[in-house]
């Protein structure tokens, strides 16, 4: 089983910016892809942004130009720089492959945009 360990969240003020960093116990080379999640208070959890194992990018049209996803082969760890934060991006993160896995999802990491 894979394990996925998600951080830096936070709060911040609009605006600013934060990176989140997703720890995997295993090769992040192997997965086709690799994609951050989040999940606004009382909403559903949706794709973010992801990362193919060929370096391909792809965003959703609310974050794009303002969030770039990235990784670190050597460390198995998916990155998620996120810059011009809006309080509509308040969310718990979390990553995963992507499709998903339903036995992977972790913890995730709170990011919450307010003044």
């Known amino acids: 089983q894979v394990r996925l360990v998600e951080s830096g969240g936070g709060l911040v003020q609009p605006g600013g910016s934060l990176r989140l960093s997703c720890a995997a116990s295993?090769?992040?080379?192997?997965?086709?892809?690799m994609g951050w999640y989040r999940q606004p208070p009382g909403k559903q959890r949706d794709l973010v942004a992801r990362?193919?194992?060929?370096?391909?990018?792809n965003y959703a049209d609310s974050v794009k130009g303002r969030f770039t996803i990235s990784r670190d082969l050597d460390k198995n760890t998916v990155y998620l720089q996120m810059d011009s934060l809006k309080p509509e991006d308040t969310a718990l993160y979390y990553c995963?492959?992507?499709?998903?896995?339903?036995?992977?999802w972790g913890q995730g990491t709170q990011v919450t945009i307010s003044s």
């Open positions: 995963n492959t992507h499709p998903p896995t339903n036995t992977n």
């Open positions: 295993v090769s992040i080379f192997s997965f086709h892809a």
């Open positions: 990362i193919t194992s060929g370096g391909s990018t």
